[in-house]
């Protein structure tokens, strides 16, 4: 499982820079860091403007989308398309995500990497996104993540826990 997880991390390591190259090209934004990460990617705000702006291809997403507890249903719900469209799109050579579509995207990865920092495991933070939650007003968090007022206040919930804030 291990080896799983460093060779899923490796291949999204290469994406973001062969992404971030790509980006740099077209959008004039330059980037320090030849060596850049997932993680670092996530943390660069200015770079995830320009990524949003210039969409993110549909093997980035799919990278992407390793790394989440989200299966094919609940993105197609949280993109606002199909999951026909979704399945489409992956048939699609060099597909690119539009802008909206795009930021969302991203705003899941950021909320994926924060709950894994949080939570033991990825059972546990699904089984806590999928579970209704008192102090997001009795909804499962999994239903605020459709926009992003609801994105912010999962964040700031996983926050609350993480310090040890109850409700």
Known sequence: MEAIKLNSQTAINAMVRSFVSK????????????KLTYA???????????????????DFFKLIQE???F????????????????QR???????????????KILELAEVTTVGRTIFDSEEQFYSWLTLP???????????????????????QEMVKIDQAIFV
């Open 23 to 34: 980006l740099e090209q077209t959008s004039g934004y330059k980037v320090l860091n030849k």
């Open 40 to 58: 670092d990617f996530l943390k660069n705000k200015m770079l995830i403007v320009h990524a949003i702006r210039e969409g993110i291809p549909y």
């Open 67 to 69: 790394q989440t507890p």
């Open 71 to 86: 299966n094919e249903e609940d993105w197609a719900l949280f993109l606002g398309i199909s999951t026909k469209s979704l």
């Open 89 to 103: 799109s992956r048939a699609k050579d060099s597909f690119v995500f539009k802008p909206l579509q795009s930021e």
């Open 133 to 155: 939650s008192y102090a997001l007003g009795n909804l499962k968090p999994i239903e605020l993540l459709r926009d992003s007022y609801g994105k912010e206040m999962v964040l």
